[in-house]
C-alpha cells in the first residue's frame, strides 16, 4: 500500500500552460506540505496544510495555489507555467504538525517545462 | 535563522568501511534535527532524528548520529558501507514554525 501517492509522476508541458499534481495519502495524517526540489538537489518547501488549513506559505509565485479538498487530500496547481518551473515537486504529510513528527514523502512528481 | 551545512557535496568509501557524512547547523536555540535519505529517482526517507533526548541517536539499517552542541555539528555514521547506502543524504533542522530546513545533499558513492 502506497502511503503517500502522486500523480502524475512525469509531466512535460510547454511554457503559458497550467497544470496540477495531486496528492493523496491514506495515513490518516493531519498535515500536508508541497516541496520544490530543484536541478542542484536543492529542496525547499512551498505550502503546508493542517486541517485543510494553510499554515506555511513560503514566497511563491502567486502563480502556485495548493488546494486541499479534505485532509488526505493536497493538489498543486500551477497557472502560465515557466521555465524556472522545471523541478521535481514532493509532497508529504505528517501526523500533526509539529517536530516529533515524521514526514512521509511522495516519491515526487518531475515538471519539465519547455 | 537556523540553517543546515553539509560539508561534502560527494562521499565514496569501498563496501564495507565506514561511512562519515558532516553536518553542522546554526540555530538560536536548541534544535531539532534530521537525517533524510532519498535513493535514485525515490522520495525521502527519514533516517533518524534528534529532538533534544539521548546525543546520540540510532536509526535505520544501521546509521546513527551524533549531537554535539559544542561543535554545532550532527554527523552521520555507518561502520560498514553496503552498496544499497548508494544514495542522496540530507541533513535538516527544523525552526520553530516547524518547516524543515534543508542541507544541499550529500551524495554517498559506494564502490566495490
Known amino acids: 500500500d502506497t502511503a503517500v501517492s502522486q500523480t502524475p509522476k512525469y509531466l512535460v508541458t510547454q511554457m503559458g500552460n497550467d497544470k496540477s499534481i495531486k496528492c493523496e495519502q491514506n495515513?490518516?495524517?493531519?498535515?500536508m506540505y508541497w516541496y520544490k526540489q530543484d536541478s542542484k538537489k536543492f529542496l525547499k518547501i512551498m505550502f503546508s496544510?493542517?486541517?485543510?488549513?494553510?499554515?506555511i506559505n513560503e514566497t511563491v509565485p502567486n502563480r502556485f495555489s495548493p488546494k486541499s479538498p479534505d485532509k488526505a487530500h493536497l493538489n498543486l496547481h500551477i497557472n502560465s507555467l515557466e521555465l524556472g518551473d522545471s523541478a521535481v515537486y514532493f509532497c508529504?504529510?505528517?501526523?500533526?504538525?509539529?517536530?516529533?513528527?515524521?514526514?512521509?514523502f511522495g516519491p515526487g512528481t518531475r515538471l519539465t517545462v519547455t | 535563522a537556523q540553517s543546515v551545512t553539509q560539508l561534502d557535496s560527494h562521499v565514496s568509501v569501498s563496501e564495507g568501511t565506514p561511512v562519515l557524512l558532516r553536518c553542522n547547523y546554526s540555530?538560536?536555540?536548541?534544535?531539532?534535527l534530521f537525517w533524510y535519505v532519498q535513493h535514485p529517482n525515490k522520495g525521502l526517507q527519514l533516517l533518524l532524528k534528534y529532538t533534544s533526548a539521548a546525543t546520540l541517536v540510532k536509526g535505520i539499517n544501521g546509521f546513527e548520529a551524533e549531537f554535539k552542541k559544542s561543535e554545532t555539528s550532527f554527523h552521520l555514521t555507518k561502520p560498514s558501507a553496503h552498496m544499497s547506502d548508494a544514495a542522496e543524504y540530507f541533513c535538516v533542522v527544523s525552526d520553530r514554525s516547524y518547516k524543515l530546513i534543508f542541507g544541499s545533499g550529500t551524495r554517498l558513492l559506494v564502490r566495490p
Open positions: 508529504a504529510s505528517s501526523r500533526d504538525l509539529g517536530v516529533p513528527y515524521e514526514q512521509y
Open positions: 495515513l490518516g495524517h493531519d498535515t
Open positions: 540555530s538560536s536555540y536548541s534544535p531539532s
Open positions: 496544510y493542517n486541517n485543510k488549513e494553510l499554515i
